[in-house]
């Protein structure tokens, strides 16, 4: 078993597949805004602007810092029709409230231990997804931009794990 903090994208897709409904909406809400869970959850329906393109949430972010998170009309459209909510965009119909993190937890957890053996967690979305912007080329500024980021070097210092391949480095060589 692994305890990686980060997920491939290939693990990313097999809990989106396995994950009940609702929690398959957050973990894709979660890896494409590549937000912290308690700011997807706050995201109350009167902050969300909707733009020609996506939509756009605004949330306390860490350390009381206003952001706005980035989410695809059509994701949006059916986060909106699963959850139904009134004030929260994910929001439990029953209490009016928001969806509490320890209960995306505990149902991430378990879909983590038994589709992927290991230990899983909301933040590992985050993470996983700014690693693979990076690997997929992304500039460094732009990410750390994205991932609300103080300093690009905290970026780089946290994410910056990628190696390169022995023949990636052979057919750079000059010989």
């Known amino acids: ?97 928001p969806i509490t993190r320890q209960l995306v937890h505990r149902t991430l957890q378990k879909i983590g231990q038994s589709e992927l053996n290991r230990n899983v967690h909301p933040h590992q979305t985050r993470h996983s997804r700014i690693s693979h912007l990076l690997k997929n080329g992304k500039p460094l500024d732009a990410v750390s931009r994205f991932a609300n980021h103080f300093d690009p070097s905290f970026t780089a210092k946290v994410y910056g794990h990628n190696r390169l391949s022995s023949k990636e480095i052979l057919e750079s060589s000059i010989d």
């Open 1 to 97: 078993m692994t305890d990686s903090k980060f997920l491939s994208e290939k693990e990313v897709k097999i809990l989106i597949d396995k994950l009940p409904g609702k929690y398959s909406l957050i973990l894709q809400a979660l890896y494409a805004s590549g937000c912290r869970i308690s700011e997807l959850l706050s995201i109350k329906l009167k902050n969300c602007k909707i733009l020609k393109t996506h939509i756009e949430a605004k949330v306390l972010g860490k350390g009381g810092k206003e952001t706005s998170l980035i989410l695809s009309k059509v994701l949006y459209a059916k986060i909106k029709t699963q959850f139904n909510g009134d004030v929260y965009l994910f929001e439990n119909t029953n209490t009016g409230k």
